[in-house]
Structures are given as C-alpha cells and as structure tokens.
C-alpha cells in the first residue's frame, strides 16, 4: 500500500509539472524598434533615452530599441542602438540604398523615422524628400510586410546660416501628411507623429536645429503615444541566426567616394566589393590621410585609428559578401582645407 501511495504522488507530481509547462508559454521575443533619422536622432539623441526609460516604467519592457549605431552618451542608463546617423540626407540614404543593409541587419518590427532636416537645409523640393519616402517605406516593407512606420513632422529650423529654412521646413511638413495617408496600408500603417507644433527653436534647441534638455523632453513626450499605440497588436519578427561557411581565399576592392563637404568636414564613403570566386567572411579596408584629415564618427565599420593611417573592418552583419556582392560603409570626418581623397585598399 505504501509503494503504490509513493508511485501516485510521484506520477501527480509529474502531471502537476507536465501540466504547468504546456500551460505556461514561452517568453516572446523582443519588439524591436528603430530609431532612424540624421544628428537629431543619433547625435547624441537624448530624447531617445528618455523615451526609452518612459516606456520601462510605464510596462513596456519587451522591447529591443535597434540600428546599427551605438549609443553616444546623455548620461541616462538606456538601450542607445540607433540609425541617425549624423549629416545624412533622406534622398542619399534613398539613393543610395543604404537602409537594406540597416534592416537587414536589425530586423525592425517598427520604425520611428525623423528625417529630412538635412535635406530641407539644402533646399530639396518636398516632393523630391517624400519620393525619398516612399522608396524607404518600400524597402522597409521588402524586410517586414507589417512594419509599423511613424514618420515624424520635423522639428522647426531656424539655424543662423540658412533664414529660409523655417519655411522650408513648414512646407516640408504640411506635404507630409497627404503623403502618409496615401502610402499607408492596413497591414503596414504609416502614422504622422507631429513634432512640430509646440516645439520653439529659442527655448527648445541650442543652434536652432538640435533639441536641448527641453527639447529632448518635447520629442519624447510626442513620440511616446504614438509609439505605445504602434506596440499594440505587434508580433515580433523571430531571430535567425544565418549559417555561415568560413573561407580565406578570394579579394577584394574598395572603392572611396567623397558624399559631401564643407568647411572643416566631410562625409565619405567606402564601397567593398567581393572580386573572388568565393564567399568572404570578412573584410579589412585601410587608407592613409595625406592632409592630416581624421574621422570623426563611423558606420558600417569598425574603425582603428593612429594617426594618418586609418583600418577599418566589417561588423559582424555585413562581413559575409557572396562572390560581386559589395557592401557600403561612411563616415564623417574633419580636414583643415586640403581633402584629397585617399586611395583604399581592400584584403
């Protein structure tokens, strides 16, 4: 009588454990979220930060704030992985086919994209920045069919350099939301989060582009709605770990373009390219400054630095290059007048 009383508690208690472990689901991946735009949101960002840590106390705390670019500081504990990337243009990163890369190295489910300050300072029609756009949204849909877009009304512009700026930017911002209505669909809406009205360049930045303390906390406060009503209802996109087959034959070629200029910088850029006849898993580019230029921030690569000389090899995401693929890395640097451009090489 007691061994068969030991064996029934034995078997109750592997039921009662069999019983709580189909019933309790497994943890869901994290919602990931991409914060994309130029300096505004990546230089150092700080609204951002504040967002982040508002959403952690309010219970949103399965979320995985995404992009390539680390964190640059603000003093506040928060996730800082970012896409704003400083003195970029909506139109080149277009044209340019850079956001594929950024994707597909993040795996976004949502996006909260401020862009276009750069372009409006160099007076692109609104119409040319929305075409922008729209080949943006499309490529983010190409990495997630139920990709949720929040696209911001830009802050005010009033920088010393450019007075027509602040109309350019209103402009700009009227156009957006018929564009918005008109891209949007059900299985990927694209929501206009207005962080134009109530912002104040005097009080709310420090040169009359980018947000101060006060500033920061207006950007938070607009996309934070916006942002918890995008949360409901998202399924995040699952992990794949690609397999990757090691190999040490093959070259390649790095190819420098100069992106932009002006006085006391620059932004270049570096197209790596696979010339073997067999898939690469990794890259090292390396290039010597001939006027004492230096780089100041990158993206798309690891950067060493010593003096003149500059190394740079590929992140974990965009090392793996089949035969003629090619990957694209920037940077911003500084130069004292002189810029000539260096002369990549590529192993």
């Known amino acids: ?7 029934l508690a034995a078997f109750l208690a592997l039921a009662a454990v069999v019983m709580y472990l189909t019933a ?19 230089s150092p960002g700080c609204w951002r930060a504040l967002l982040w840590n508002r959403l952690q106390s309010t219970g949103y705390t399965d979320i995985d704030f995404v992009g390539t670019l680390p964190p640059q500081g603000c003093g506040v504990a928060h996730d800082g992985d970012n896409e704003g990337h400083g003195g970029y243009l909506a139109t080149n990163v277009a044209n340019q086919n850079l956001l594929p890369g950024w994707l597909s190295a993040t795996r976004p489910d949502i996006v909260m994209m401020h862009f276009g300050t750069n372009d409006v300072w160099s007076n692109i029609p609104p119409a040319t920045i929305l ?13 997630n069919p139920a990709m949720k877009i929040l696209v911001a009304k830009i802050i ?28 949007s669909t059900a299985q990927s809406p694209v929501t206009v ?7 104040n360049t005097a009080t709310d930045t420090y040169d009359g582009v980018h947000p101060n303390a006060a500033g920061d906390q207006k950007m938070s406060d607009k996309w934070y709605p916006a942002l918890v ?3 409901s209802g998202v399924t995040p996109t699952p992990t794949i770990t690609p397999t990757v087959t090691p190999t040490t034959s093959g070259g390649c070629t790095a190819t420098y373009r100069n992106a932009g200029q002006w006085q006391g910088g620059f932004q270049g850029e570096v197209t790596v390219k696979n010339t073997g006849t067999t898939p690469m898993t990794g890259w090292t580019v390396r290039w010597t400054f001939a006027n004492g230029q230096q780089v100041t921030q990158i993206w798309g690569g690891t950067l060493s630095a010593s003096g003149a000389n500059v190394t740079v090899r ?5 090392g793996s290059l089949a035969p003629g693929a090619s990957t694209t890395f920037g940077f911003l640097g500084s130069s004292s007048g002189t810029n000539t451009a260096p002369s990549p090489t590529c192993s």
């Not at 689901?25 to 990546?42: C, E, K, Q, V, Y």
């Not at 075409?131 to 190409?142: H, I, K, P, Y």
């Not at 989060?193 to 912002?199: I, N, S």
């Open 131 to 143: 075409g922008a756009f729209t080949t943006l949204v499309n490529q983010m849909r190409a990495s």
């Open 229 to 231: 009503n995008a949360l």
């Open 156 to 183: 005010p512009m009033n920088p010393s350099s450019c007075a027509e700026c602040g109309q350019r930017a209103l402009n700009f911002n009227n156009a957006i939301p018929a564009w918005a209505a008109s891209t």
């Open 1 to 7: 009588m007691r061994k068969t009383s030991g064996a």
């Open 193 to 199: 989060v207005d962080q134009w009205t109530g912002f």
């Open 24 to 42: 309790t689901p497994a943890s869901a991946a994290a919602i990931r979220i991409m914060p994309l735009g130029d300096s505004i949101t990546g």
């Open 314 to 318: 590929n992140e974990s995401w965009n």
